[in-house]
């Protein structure tokens, strides 16, 4: 193929000649994403490059005064409720660049494709687009595709800006079968349409930049239906969700939770360069376990910590525990938006450590969460207090935790072999974070009753290869014979079970002495030594298991996906429980599955914008589709093995837009001006650009051509 478009790009230099993906403005008419060769003159760029660096040269004034050309992104406190300051665009940002030609000088390129195309097969042939400067006709684009066999070509023309309801479908329909010479029976029409529900994609922005953005994605409905009508019928139209999340947008939520999975996966990753290494091999000062994002909080760890401990003192145990032991789901909570900002705001439990660890996973480095460790467990050791720890915390670090509080004698050593074990440490510490979020997890998606299938993934049993279909199923089943509950916490509801106030279940009778049997679990992790060796120091073996954290972080990832996802529809498209059951269902079997594109953290850490696109009820967005779509698109055809009227193939697409298809350089040209075409009084005199594209295609057959010529000469 490039082959065809050297000679033609030796000839044009001054224009871009190349192979590449559809761009917008011919997707959008083409109905495909494929390469096609593209053809356009390319714009000089401002002195944005230029002018970069020297406002990077500012950094540190604008820090200070506040620039007050750039919002304040860290203050985002709601989702794209507020934040409206990038609309919807149907091109994409380096499509700026590109220009049109003249509308000669492209056709002088086409015949020139068209000829080299002469003798190549079908399946090697690519269309070549050429974006034009609007002549009379108002010609915006050309387009050609020849082959051995096909000679197919087609151009897109400004028709003028119109209301909705005075396009005349039926009259469409008959001039299109006048010119095809058949019935009109014989002609069919499909639309589509897409819904800008709210957002705007920066798929395209570096990283930072996605996190720092306006908006923490898009949420798109598209439909189509085959009806002779721009009018959607709400029964029959085929409704698909489209919709792109920024996984750690600074205003989600969700990140509640996922602070939790960047931190374990920096952690675990520590942990295993530990173990091929040595633990002496890593420098804990420099070693990051929180990625700093301009615009994210730095909180205060070390103030963070004494107001935990001051609260642990002052409410022992007289804090109430809520059923499941969970405080951001109680039974009035109804809604993911509820649920995540609950959690945002005070935690997802009163247990000390999930409390510690919300606490931890924020700091920056090593160093810092292994001295906010020892100086928790140093106070906690001083007796002042007793942790309220939930009887479902079957982690190290609680145990641990439960007998430091009864303030032993051989508490300093314990502390001193903690200290020197930087691995010990951090495993201690990861364990109940990855406790704490399998849990939050498996809670916060008990709200849809999908619990079920959530602990099948933690746990890998055989359970978690059913669908959800087949789990929903075996509920049901189960809950034909009486009372079952959908929610496997709920059974863990009273004060007793989730307070451990039973001192002699942890504690020895003399409390000056420290024995061999009291301390089991500590001893066999290398937290306290024999008793005979009371002077030797001994070395912690990394003794908790981290191996199966690698696939549980993946399963983090997937399940966190679905998470945002489940949330921006909620907010969006303003569903309730009962409406997002249906999309959790669709959404944790492609992410959740041996199929899902989501393998790592990492992954997600450095490609954060997930799109997803699944069918949905119309009942769902009824009240969405009762407004008007963004773009609407009309495409007539024959109807297949047609037999009357012209022996070739013929299209008509119709787009009616409310933005611009093309990009600025194109449209400029173009009258009347946008601003006027879009300016909107009331809903009904809401204008559309109406662009039309005709595409005609002909069985040819070169080589009789060929031949004649050879004859007559």
């Known amino acids: 193929m490039e082959n065809l478009l050297q000679p033609i790009a030796e000839i044009y230099t001054k224009y871009v000649i190349e ?19 593209i053809v356009y003159a390319k714009a000089k760029q401002s002195n944005t490059t230029a002018s970069h ?21 860290s203050l985002h406190t709601i989702l794209d409720d507020t934040l409206i300051s990038d609309e919807p665009q149907l091109w994409r940002k380096e499509e700026a660049l590109h220009t049109p030609i003249d509308v000669e000088q492209a056709r002088e390129i086409l015949n020139l494709y068209s000829q080299s195309c002469n003798t190549v097969s079908k399946e090697d042939s690519i269309p070549m687009w050429i974006v034009c400067k609007p002549a009379e006709a108002k010609e915006l684009l050309f387009t050609i595709q020849s082959n051995e066999k096909e000679f197919a070509r087609g151009v897109v023309t400004y028709e003028g800006s119109t209301l909705l309801e005075e396009v005349d479908v039926d009259n469409i329909v008959q001039d299109f079968a006048s010119q095809e010479q058949i019935s009109e029976n014989l002609v069919t029409v499909s639309v ?47 409704v698909q969700l489209e919709q792109e999340v920024t996984i750690g947008h600074l205003a989600s939520p969700c990140n509640a939770i996922w602070k939790s999975v960047t931190a374990l996966h920096n952690i675990n990753q520590l942990l295993v360069d530990m173990t091929a290494a040595g ?29 935990l401990l001051n609260e642990t003192e002052t409410y022992t145990y007289t804090a109430e525990c809520p059923a499941g032991g969970c405080v951001c789901v109680t039974e009035d909570t109804s809604s993911l938006r509820q649920c995540m900002s609950a959690m945002s705001a005070q935690g997802s439990s009163n247990d000390f450590t999930y409390k510690l660890w919300d606490i931890l996973r924020d700091c920056e480095t090593a160093e810092e969460l292994i001295t906010i460790l020892m100086q928790a467990l140093k106070f906690i050791s001083s007796g002042k207090i007793r942790p309220f720890i939930d009887v479902n915390n079957k982690s190290y670090l609680s145990k641990l935790v439960l007998k430091l509080s009864r303030g032993h004698s051989q508490t300093a050593k314990v502390l001193k072999n903690l200290r020197s074990s930087p691995p010990q440490a951090l495993s201690l510490v990861a364990q109940v974070g990855v406790e704490k979020t399998m849990w939050e997890y498996t809670r916060v998606m008990s709200l849809l009753e999908h619990s079920f299938f959530i602990a099948g993934i933690w746990n890998t049993d055989a359970r978690s290869h059913e669908s959800i279909e087949q789990i929903n199923q075996t509920i049901q089943d189960m809950t034909m014979g009486g009372d079952f509950t ?40 290398g937290l306290v030594s024999e008793k005979k060796d009371v002077n030797e120091v001994p070395l ?14 993946m399963k983090f990832a997937q399940v966190h996906v679905c998470l945002e996802h489940l949330y921006r529809a909620e907010m969006c498209l303003r569903v309730d429980f009962a409406q997002l059951k249906p999309i959790a269902s669709k959404l944790l079997e492609h992410y959740a599955s041996e199929k899902s594109p989501i393998k790592t953290v990492g992954q997600l850490m450095s490609e954060p914008a997930q799109k997803i696109s699944l069918p949905i009820a119309n009942n769902i967005v009824q009240d969405h589709l009762k407004k008007s779509a963004f773009w609407y698109r009309m495409e007539l055809k024959k109807k297949p093995n047609c037999t009357e009227g012209l022996s070739r193939e013929c299209r008509h697409i119709y787009v009616y837009s409310q933005q611009p298809v093309f990009p600025p350089q194109v449209w400029q040209h173009i009258e009347p001006p946008s601003e006027e075409v879009a300016e909107v009084t009331t809903v009904e005199e809401l204008k559309y650009h109406c662009t039309k594209y005709v595409n005609l295609n002909n069985q040819v057959s070169r080589k009789l051509a060929f031949l004649e010529q050879r004859l007559h000469a």
């Not at 301009?294 to 107001?307: A, D």
């Not at 990394?542 to 549980?552: A, H, M, R, V």
Request: hydrophobic share 30%; with cysteine.
């Open 19 to 37: 192979k590449q993906p559809s761009p917008s403005y011919v997707e959008i008419y083409s109905r495909e994403n494929k390469e096609i060769a």
């Open 53 to 73: 660096k020297e406002n990077n040269d500012k950094k540190e004034e604008l820090d200070l005064t506040g620039s007050p050309l750039k919002l304040d992104l």
């Open 192 to 238: 589509d349409c897409k819904y800008s529900i709210s957002g705007v994609s920066y798929s395209n922005l570096t990283v930072e930049e996605q996190l720092n953005a306006p908006h923490g994605g898009v949420t798109e409905l598209y439909c189509e239906w085959s009806a002779k009508t721009l009018l959607i019928p709400f029964i029959s139209c085929k």
């Open 279 to 307: 633990p002496n091999s890593i420098n804990l000062e420099t070693a990051i376990l929180r990625n700093i994002i301009q615009g994210m909080k730095r909180p205060n760890n070390s103030k963070r910590l004494n107001n």
């Open 486 to 525: 959908l929610n496997p916490f709920e059974t863990i509801a009273t004060t007793e079970n989730s307070i451990r106030i039973d001192a002699e279940s942890f504690c020895i009778d003399d409390p000056n002495e420290l024995t061999v049997d009291d301390f089991a679990s500590l001893k066999k992790h």
């Open 540 to 553: 912690i073996a990394d003794e908790i298991d981290i191996s199966p954290w690698k696939n549980l972080l």
